[in-house]
């Protein structure tokens, strides 16, 4: 799991922390930036009274929530649009055709091929069939994150000092 804060992989406890109402898991270095929240039970539980496993009413066990940054392995290239329409005209294909070909609409096809709408993963799969394009490729560790803790943009941890220091 990734620290939704700074960014970096959190090993061992992650914090449930609230920052300007938004409720984040953070790592112990990014913990003081918010406040932390209590876990809270099932309504009608009394606090502190423990549930029986598998009584009505007890609470399932809890899955470690999945951060959707990592699944992402592939990522639509820029020039995907010149490509697509390059690759059609080599084909001799019309748009009509193409579209007939990838179970799609006319108009779908024409804006993404002037780049007015970027395709959704299943049409990308589509496109690479019918005209034997790649439009895809893998996303770089770099990209991900690199380093424990290292980030080319700005985060939340960043935007939380800056803020701080300008209330001073």
Known sequence: MQC???G????GK????????AELDACDKCKGFGKEVTPRGPAGMRRGAPAASGAPGSMPARRPRRDVFD??????VEDYAARIKKAREAKNLTDEQLAVKTQSKVNIIRKVERGELVP???????????LDIKLTEGV???ERG???GESRVMTLGDLIKVKREGNR
Request: glycine letters at 2%.
């Open 4 to 6: 939704e804060i700074c």
């Open 8 to 11: 970096a992989e959190i090993r």
């Open 14 to 21: 992650s914090f449930r922390i609230i920052v300007d109402r």
């Open 71 to 76: 699944q992402i392995k592939d990522e639509l």
């Open 120 to 130: 959704e993963d299943a049409l990308v799969k589509k496109i690479e069939m019918a």
């Open 140 to 142: 770089a560790e770099a």
């Open 146 to 148: 690199g380093r424990k």
